[in-house]
């Protein structure tokens, strides 16, 4: 019975964001526009877009993939993109 709790112990527990469905390609865009440390304008800039539409996909994206700041929308897309 030790060697079940060491070995559980020992195990990191899965990310909160690992059970989320991935972003839509245009979500994922922006996610990756943030790697850089852009703005939401250089961003919008970078894929042609607004501002507005850049921060309309990131809200997707972070309820997407369960992050609550833009840190772990940064954390994730360097990741996982």
Excluded at 13 to 33: H, I, K, M, Y
Excluded at 64 to 80: F, M, S, V, Y
Aim: aromatic content about 8%; cysteine-free; charged content about 25%.
């Amino acid at each position: 019975m030790d060697d079940f709790y060491a070995a559980r112990s020992s195990t990191k527990p899965p990310l909160p964001w690992t059970n989320f469905a991935p972003p839509f390609s245009r979500q994922a865009e922006a996610l990756a526009g943030l790697a850089p440390r852009r703005t939401n304008i250089e961003v919008a800039v970078q894929l042609g877009t607004t501002e507005a539409a850049v921060k309309k996909r990131l809200q997707e994206a972070y309820r997407k993939i369960g992050a609550t700041d833009r840190q772990e929308a940064l954390i994730w897309a360097t990741k996982n993109l």
